[in-house]
């Protein structure tokens, strides 16, 4: 009974580096939604994306940020030349279609040197 | 902007007391709220949803209360135990299924 699974758990990197963090949802769920969440803060709506399209991308920054869902594999969020406010816990979460209950994988968190 | 807030940051309660968290929004067209919970180092998990045309809905411990007049969200568990120490979270489905608008999140300790 697998839930939404992310890699990896955590990921260090340094300052310019690019950073790729996985999701695989639950079984049956073909809706993908990012957030990002701070220190002791709620979670931040990025990106929400089903196979092959992007649905709203509203809450993702403009620059260095991506995320695909491809029609097979897991969802990548892709973070270009990272810098020390990217550090962060990210999630993943899926549902089988809108409006119903998000399930959220651990998070990846991502620390920047 | 619209958001949804929560009334107390932090509620410490004695085991087997009853807990409620409270939780205010703005947004007057949201039609789905859902509760999670988050254990250190882990993802939020789902505890229980409400839609807009109910006002209550219980589930194995918890019960959610919806005050839309007053847009008010309230979190009530039972008989609170040690493993119910998490922060809590409401949400708010603002576009029908796209995206969730989270709450700052309540501590909830529970002392032995």
């Known amino acids: 009974n697998a839930g939404v699974m992310q890699n990896p758990r955590h990921l260090v990197r340094r300052r310019g580096q690019e950073a790729r963090l996985r999701c695989s949802p639950m079984?049956?769920?073909?809706?993908v939604y990012w957030y990002r969440q701070l220190p002791e803060e709620g979670l931040k709506f990025m990106v929400y994306?089903?196979?092959?399209?992007?649905?709203?991308e509203s809450g993702m920054p403009k620059e260095r940020f991506s995320a695909e869902f491809p029609k097979e594999g897991p969802s990548i969020l892709r973070i270009q030349q990272v810098v020390r406010g990217d550090s962060a816990a990210y999630f993943c979460?899926?549902?089988?279609?809108?409006?119903?209950?998000?399930?959220f994988g651990d998070g990846t968190r991502l620390s920047i040197l | 902007g619209e958001s949804v807030g929560l009334h107390l940051p932090t509620l410490s309660v004695q085991e087997g007391d009853n807990s409620i968290i409270n939780c205010a929004y703005s947004?007057?067209?949201?039609?789905?709220f859902i509760w999670y919970k988050q254990e250190s180092g882990k993802g939020p998990q789902f505890i229980i949803d409400?839609?807009?045309?109910?006002d209550k809905r219980q589930g194995q411990r918890v019960t959610v209360l919806l005050n839309k007049t007053v847009k008010h969200l309230s979190l009530q568990i039972a008989a609170t135990q040690p493993g119910d120490s998490a922060v809590y979270f409401c949400?708010?489905?603002?576009?029908?299924?796209?995206?969730?608008?989270f709450g700052a999140g309540t501590i909830l300790r529970v002392k032995s």
């Open positions: 947004n007057s067209a949201s039609d789905y």
């Open positions: 409400i839609r807009s045309n109910m």
């Open positions: 949400a708010e489905d603002m576009e029908y299924g796209n995206k969730l608008v």
């Open positions: 994306l089903q196979k092959e399209n992007i649905i709203d």
């Open positions: 979460a899926s549902s089988p279609f809108g409006n119903q209950p998000q399930h």
């Open positions: 079984k049956g769920h073909s809706h």
